[in-house]
Structure formats: structure tokens, C-alpha cells
């Protein structure tokens, strides 16, 4: 199934998405089990992968711009608890100023794949080195409203890396504990009229002790699939 979502402010000058009631929690839906979280677990599950679909696959287009090709990168650090290392980006940036994202951005003409753009990307953007990362495997394509193509690449992270911001692109970098995102109870669905059309997303706020981390748009709709990744037998 594809769901229209809407990620980029860019052309909404006075949307503030914190400000759109919350029309649904995903409550009646089952949690990941801790099991399936653990490393060995999520190395079998892309080793051996599952037929499935994807949940969420494209936003509805407010840009008219030419689709632009990126990867992100989800960092699956393994704690004795996984965490998924996140950024905050930057408020002047061109396009989603101010958001929850994972380490990601254009590919470059030099980039051999998805996977290379996503390792680089997050080396340059939070430091974080390649020695660390072991990569999984892919998620299917996911384009946002703002006409980016992108491709999330599923990683676990070794812990004893040191990480350096990019100032200019990351306001912040935190983590968020993995079966927090891989609980629907955490998902909830938000509704509006925009343009003479509904739009409809998922947010998963959650409060770190420090600030409240509002994830939605592209990188909740991402972190939906990788929940429906994991559900399938």
C-alpha cells in the first residue's frame, strides 16, 4: 500500500507539524520481539530475507523539481539495548531544515552504489567510520514529497566510535532505542488539509530527557518499513 506523506517545509511556510492533531495510534498492532531486535537476528533476516512489501513507498509530490537519487544510512548501534543513531538537521538548510533524519544526502558522481553514498554521507555528516559499520542490506526505495529517491541502507554499529558533527549540516546527534521505533504503540498517524488534498503522516516523538525528538515524514515512514520488515514470518 502507498501513503501519501508529506515531508519538506519548503513550500509550507507556516505548517508546523507538531501543531496537527494526532487522528490515530497504532496501538492495535504487535511489537517487534527483543529477539528479533538483536544482531544475529537482524543479520538472519536480511540474509535470508522474507517476501514482503513495503507499507510506505511515496509521499504525495509538492516539488517539480527532478527526482534527485540519495541513501541514509540506518545506524543500528549495538548497546546491550540496539539504539538507532539519529541527527537533527540544521535550521538554514534548503530542504528539511530543522528535522529528525538519518545520516544521508545526494549521491555523489563518484559513489559506486546506495551503500557507498550512505557511508560516505555519514562519515561527512556525523563523523562516523566505515571500520565500525557493518552493513545489512538495503530497504526499498522511499521518495519523498520534496522529489528525493531514497535509498535506506540498514547498518549495525560497533560501539567505541567517536563521532564529529558537521556543523553546518547536523544540529544534533542522539539515539533512540530500537524497540521504542519498532513498537506501533510509538507510531502515531497525523492528518490535514493541504491544497485541496488530504495529507497524512506518521510521527514517533520521543523524549530523551533532554528535548522531546519529534520523528516523522520520510524518516518515520522509513523506520515503518523497517518495522514491516521485521513483522513478517
Known amino acids: 500500500m502507498v501513503n501519501s506523506f508529506t515531508s519538506s517545509q519548503k513550500r509550507l511556510p507556516s505548517f508546523d507539524p507538531l501543531r496537527v492533531p494526532i487522528t490515530g495510534i497504532d496501538n492495535?498492532?504487535?511489537p517487534i520481539s527483543t529477539a528479533l531486535l538483536q544482531p544475529s537476528a537482524l543479520r538472519m533476516r536480511f540474509a535470508r530475507p522474507p517476501v514482503w512489501e513495503p507499507e510506505l513507498s511515496s509521499e504525495r509530490q509538492f516539488s517539480e523539481g527532478v527526482l534527485v537519487h540519495a541513501s541514509v544510512l540506518i545506524p543500528i548501534v549495538m548497546r546491550d539495548s540496539p539504539t538507532v543513531?539519529?541527527?537533527?538537521?540544521t535550521l538554514h538548510l534548503?530542504?528539511?531544515?530543522?528535522q529528525i533524519a538519518f545520516p544521508g544526502g545526494k549521491a555523489d558522481a563518484n559513489d559506486v552504489d546506495a551503500t557507498a553514498t550512505a557511508l560516505r554521507e555519514a562519515y561527512e555528516e556525523v563523523g562516523l567510520d566505515a571500520e565500525y559499520v557493518q552493513v545489512l542490506g538495503e530497504l526499498p526505495q522511499y521518495t519523498t514529497g520534496s522529489a528525493f529517491v531514497i535509498t535506506p541502507v540498514v547498518a549495525l554499529v560497533k560501539t567505541g566510535f567517536t563521532l564529529v558533527r558537521n556543523p553546518f549540516e547536523v544540529a544534533d546527534i542522539f539515539e533512540v532505542p530500537l524497540d521504542f521505533l519498532m513498537n506501533p504503540a510509538n507510531h502515531h498517524r497525523h492528518t490535514m488539509e493541504w491544497e485541496g488534498s488530504q495529507r497524512e503522516?506518521?510521527?514517533?516523538?520521543y523524549d530523551d530527557q533532554f528535548k522531546?525528538?519529534?520523528?516523522?515524514?520520510?524518516?518515520?515512514g522509513?523506520?515503518?518499513n523497517f518495522y514491516r520488515l521485521l513483522l513478517v514470518n
Open 28 to 30: 492495535h498492532l504487535p
Open 85 to 89: 543513531l539519529l541527527t537533527e538537521r
Open 94 to 98: 534548503s530542504s528539511h531544515s530543522g
Open 201 to 205: 503522516w506518521l510521527s514517533m516523538p
Open 212 to 220: 522531546q525528538r519529534f520523528i516523522w515524514g520520510a524518516t518515520a
Open 222 to 224: 522509513i523506520l515503518r
